[in-house]
C-alpha cells in the first residue's frame, strides 16, 4: 500500500488549498484515513480523519469549522479542503490509511498503518 500526497504550495492568509491522498494497493474503501502536519521544531499533529465509508468524521481543535476531509473511493483519494488558511497552519501534511477502518474516536498515529511522504503547505502573512 502506498500514499501519495499532494496539493500543497504558498500561499497567503485567508486562502483556501486542497491537499489529495491518493491510495494505491490494498482496499481502499475499507480504510480509515487521517490527515496530520508537522511544523519545524513543533510535533506531529492530529489534523482531521475520516472512517470507512466517509459517515464518521474527526477533527483537531485547531482546525474545527476551517478544514473538512472527504474521501471518494472509487477514485481512492482522500482529501483534505483548508480554508480561512492562517500562518500557523504551515506545516508538512501527512495522510495515514488505518485498514480497521471504523474510528471508535480519534485514532492514535501508531493506529495507521501506512503513511504518505508528506506535502508542504506555507501560509504567507
Known amino acids: 500500500v502506498q500514499l501519495q500526497a499532494s496539493g500543497g504550495g504558498l500561499v497567503q492568509v485567508g486562502a483556501s488549498l486542497r491537499l489529495s491522498c491518493v491510495v494505491s494497493?490494498?482496499?481502499?474503501?475499507?480504510?480509515?484515513v487521517g490527515w496530520f502536519r508537522q511544523a519545524p521544531g513543533k510535533e506531529r499533529e492530529f489534523v482531521s480523519t475520516i472512517d470507512w465509508s466517509g459517515g464518521r468524521t474527526y477533527y483537531g481543535d485547531s482546525v474545527k469549522g476551517r478544514f473538512t476531509i472527504s474521501r471518494d473511493n472509487a477514485k481512492k483519494t482522500a482529501y483534505l479542503q483548508m480554508n480561512t488558511l492562517k500562518p500557523e497552519d504551515t506545516a508538512v501534511y501527512y495522510c495515514?490509511?488505518?485498514?480497521?477502518?471504523?474510528?471508535?474516536?480519534?485514532?492514535?498515529?501508531?493506529?495507521?498503518?501506512?503513511w504518505g511522504q508528506g506535502t508542504l503547505v506555507t501560509v504567507s502573512s
Open positions: 494497493g490494498g482496499r481502499f474503501s475499507n480504510y480509515a
Open positions: 495515514a490509511a488505518d485498514t480497521y477502518g471504523v474510528l471508535d474516536g480519534i485514532p492514535d498515529p501508531p493506529d495507521y498503518d501506512y
